[in-house]
């Protein structure tokens, strides 16, 4: 199978901290990767990197055979890469249907000055979507008057109505209740699967990655230490003493948007 | 919402109903709503901008662009129907080179941008005497209104019909413009600008767009206010005509599309008692109650308006 | 260029001297409008009328006080007085009822309130001091001419200009760098400045920081206003062009820098007075080509380090 999404000898520093240090990584169409790792490791780095919002110094990204390096978060999520953000990055005032409006006409063209967002076409699919991931009864909702982790889902929604190839995901289930965590993957699971899209998820907690990874990559030091099966690679005792160690108890401290 | 979208264009009707009785009733009243409903529409572009989180405190450049472009062209060209659209096109040109400039820039840069621009032509209208005439201004010759040559009170009102048309005409264009994917778009740069670039939009075009849009606005309004007082001086493009602009903005509520008319009618018709009484001090009440609405109305007169009619919707 | 230089060298030098002279006063508002926002991060709009105030201030004081029969040299303490009275009176005034109340809003509600104040302080010039030219020559005659040599040439010219501004400006670049990089007070505002939260949980009183920052920018300016009252007569508008100005410089610097404004205002400052030297019509127009250019290749100032955006 050949790569979707490729990274060669991809490297960025922040004065001595190496976020990425020779990174090589292809991840497959239709698979779901999880990127686990310590806090700082440069695990949002990548995302950063490969969305287009921070320039690498060295190497190369390639999407579906053509190289994106360095090019603009706009021409990268045309190409067909969407994200979603640690934070979630909603439009507040806007409520949860026209921010997945939103994201629809994002998608379509928004160029149509005189026919309402809310249109029925757009409305209907932003209704539909929204029921896919649960968040119907939100619809109606300012985006600023949501729970953390209804945000999650509605950001989440956002990056999945633009229908991606490959769909980037930082951290989605941090700021998830832990007894909704489960639930919300499952759904996020199910979407994603039902359309095919390539996901590659930042996550700290090894259950939810255990269950829904296809591979996992542990990430250390802006470099891949690890890479296989779920299953092999978390119960290599390298790994747990190193990353899920130090791992999971970050989990409780939060974070910053930028992980790097 | 939905009865509110409804009940605007209502109140929009009985607005503009009111405007010409009271037009008809009292004829000097005529001259001051033509330029209320004339700085009325400029300040529905200052309103977009608003939309967008950003503030233009140099938006007289376009007013002052479209009345010169009347005064400059109407010798030539001495014909309403043709001059009005003339002085959109200049207004909207030369908002498209600096929207080009300033849409890359927010909040404090834009807003100073744009004043110190609005100051540079200022000065230029002022400095550049042998074609301006500097402080003197220019007269507005007599022109035509659809080939009729119109004099006394039937070319004010011809003059008051058109600012009426446009109050309505550009009223209805943002209030679709805003309700669009682009309009939504612009609020949204106010939110959470970031997250466009992440949908594939770019921001910048977004903005541009609105402020082209408010330049045309602006320059329609300096057009008819040229012809309704027929001379234009630099005074037009003074910082303190932007101030106004921006001061009608935030007294008629960001809210909705009528808030720039019923601030602009208002802002007219208490400066037609007030100004000759406190002439001096005018600037200062201006500020006062700009403070006063910013810290205790932030709605505007459009949201009391709107919060009324919600209460006895609920009721 | 020889020939040219032959005919105008006396003339260039005049506009040399002239824009240091002004470059001075700008820097003066620019660098206090500069500090207040990178604390405070409210632009304030009306920081220019603190720059007219003080010098209608320092004309009013001086000219009481040469009415009152005290000797020449104390219309030097008028304009200090002026600057401390404006600053240390509008200053906290404004801060404390005003700005405070609006910190935690949207930055368009900031600066539509700073705009409201410029729009009452401009009035509330019209109606103490009233609309006619009002002028203060004293210091200047006091100080007398000197000659500065240039290009062969020697150029008189008066002593308060060429002298006193430049050293109050220098004086001030060079006690403010000291300040913010030396005493502890200056490393708080610092402080302040680059993580506003993280100071405040170390238990840094960002309120104090805040007052006392916003009423010495305040007084810079009225500094800059009273300084400028001997070379020029005081008319409306004067804190219009000010502001306009001074955040000219601040945006062509970069936000945030000291040094950078010192020099661009001196960039600022000659290129004004050059045009108003030999194409007089220009004047008004080129501190802002200046600032245009400089932005269209370096939106970040000439100075300034690029920000990006946070997600």
Redesign the interface.
């Known amino acids: 199978m050949s790569a979707l999404l490729e990274a060669r000898g991809l490297r960025l520093a922040f004065g001595g901290v190496k976020a990425a240090d020779g990174i090589d990584l292809a991840v497959t169409a239709g698979e779901f990767l999880a990127i686990i790792g310590p806090n700082g490791a440069g695990k949002t780095t990548f995302i950063n990197m490969a969305t287009g919002y921070l320039r690498s110094q060295g190497g190369q990204i390639l999407f579906d055979g053509a190289e994106i390096t360095g090019r603009s978060p706009r021409e990268i999520v045309r190409r067909g890469i969407a994200r979603s953000f640690q934070l979630p990055q909603l439009f507040s005032e806007h409520t949860v249907e026209e921010n997945a409006a939103l994201a629809i006409a994002a998608r379509d063209g928004i160029w149509s000055p005189f026919r309402p967002l809310l249109r029925p076409a757009w409305r209907e699919e932003a209704r539909d979507l929204l029921d896919r991931f649960g968040l119907l009864p939100a619809a109606a909702l300012r985006a600023d008057a949501l729970n953390e982790g209804t945000r999650k889902l509605a950001d989440i929604a956002m990056a999945v109505a633009l229908r991606p190839r490959v769909l980037l995901m930082d951290e989605p289930t941090s700021g998830v209740a832990a007894s909704e965590k489960m639930a919300v993957v499952e759904t996020l699971a199910r979407v994603l699967r039902s359309s095919g899209v390539t996901a590659v998820f930042v996550e700290h907690d090894m259950d939810v990655v255990e269950r829904f990874a296809d591979r996992v990559a542990v990430w250390a030091q802006g470099r891949i230490a690890a890479l296989g099966s779920p299953a092999a690679v978390l119960a290599d005792p390298e790994v747990q003493r190193n990353v899920i160690g130090i791992a999971r108890p970050a989990r409780a401290t939060g974070g910053r948007a930028a992980d790097a | 919402m939905r009865g509110l979208r409804r009940a605007e264009i209502l109140i929009a009707l009985l607005l503009a109903a009111a405007i010409v009785l009271a037009a008809f009733s009292t004829p000097w009243l005529r001259f001051v709503l033509t330029v209320a409903l004339a700085k009325g529409v400029a300040v529905l572009g200052i309103l977009l901008l608003l939309r967008a989180g950003q503030v233009s405190f140099g938006h007289a450049l376009y007013v002052a662009l479209g009345a010169y472009a009347v005064a400059f062209l109407a010798p030539r060209v001495p014909e309403a129907a043709l001059l009005l659209p003339l002085a959109a096109v200049v207004a909207g040109l030369v908002g498209t080179v600096v929207g080009l400039f300033v849409s890359r820039y927010r909040e404090i840069f834009f807003g100073m941008l744009n004043l110190a621009l609005s100051m540079v032509f200022y000065s230029v209208l002022e400095k550049l005497y042998h074609i301006t005439r500097g402080t003197d201004g220019i007269r507005v010759p007599a022109i035509t209104v659809l080939g009729q040559p119109l004099e006394g009170s039937s070319y004010d009102w011809a003059v008051f019909a058109m600012a009426l048309g446009l109050a309505l005409l550009f009223g209805l264009l943002a209030r679709a413009y805003l309700a669009s994917p682009v309009g939504q778009a612009l609020a949204a740069i106010k939110t959470r600008e970031t997250r466009l670039d992440f949908m594939g939009v770019s921001p910048r075009r977004v903005l541009l767009s609105a402020y082209v849009l408010s330049a045309v606005m602006a320059g329609c309004a300096g057009a008819v206010i040229a012809m309704a007082t027929r001379h234009v001086t630099p005074l037009l493009a003074y910082w303190t005509a932007s101030g106004e602009l921006v001061f009608i903005a935030v007294l008629g509520g960001a809210g909705g599309v009528l808030g720039p008319f019923l601030g602009a009618a208002t802002f007219e018709l208490v400066r037609v008692y007030a100004a000759a009484t406190v002439a001096d001090a005018w600037g200062m009440i201006l500020g006062a109650v700009l403070l006063l609405v910013i810290l205790f109305a932030r709605g505007g007169l459009w949201g009391i308006v709107a919060a009324r009619l919600g209460r006895r919707r609920a009721a | 260029m020889g020939e040219w230089f032959e005919q105008n060298g006396a003339l260039l030098g005049l506009a040399l001297l002239d824009g240091i002279a002004s470059a001075a006063l700008i820097f003066m508002v620019a660098v206090g409008l500069n500090l207040v926002?990178g604390v405070l991060r409210v632009?304030n709009?009306a920081h220019g009328s603190f720059f007219a105030i003080g010098g209608y201030m320092a004309a009013s004081i001086g000219l009481l006080m040469t009415a009152v029969g005290l000797p020449p040299w104390a219309s030097f303490a008028a304009l200090l007085l002026a600057a401390v009275v404006t600053g240390a009176i509008l200053g906290p005034l404004i801060e404390r009822f005003?700005l405070r109340?609006?910190y935690a809003e949207?930055?368009?509600?900031q600066?539509?309130?700073t705009?409201?104040?410029?729009?009452?302080l401009?009035?509330?010039q019209?109606?103490v001091w009233g609309v006619q030219p009002v002028s203060f020559g004293g210091p200047v005659a006091l100080m007398g001419t000197v000659d500065v040599p240039f290009a062969g040439d020697v150029i008189p010219y008066n002593a308060y200009q060429v002298i006193l501004l430049p050293v109050v400006a220098l004086l001030t670049l060079g006690g403010l760098a000291w300040f913010l990089r030396r005493t502890l007070a200056g490393r708080v505002i610092v402080a302040v400045t680059l993580d506003r939260e993280a100071a405040t949980a170390m238990g840094i009183d960002a309120g104090r920081v805040f007052l006392l920052t916003f009423t010495f920018g305040a007084v810079l300016a009225a500094l800059g206003g009273a300084l400028s009252a001997p070379t020029a007569s005081l008319v409306p508008g004067v804190g219009?062009?000010t502001i306009?100005l001074s955040?000219?410089v601040v945006?062509t610097a970069g936000l945030g820098q000291i040094e950078g404004a010192a020099l661009t205002a001196l960039m600022i400052g000659i290129g004004r007075s050059v045009a108003v030297t030999f194409e007089?019509?220009l004047?008004?127009?080129v501190p802002?080509l200046i600032?245009?250019a400089v932005?269209?290749l370096r939106?970040q100032g000439l100075f300034g380090v690029p920000e990006t955006?946070?997600?």
């Open positions: 926002f632009l709009v005003l109340r609006v949207e930055s368009v509600l600066l539509l309130v705009f409201a104040l410029f729009m009452i401009e009035d509330l019209k109606i219009a062009s306009v955040f000219a945006a007089p019509e004047e008004v127009v802002y600032m245009v932005l269209l939106p955006r946070r997600i």
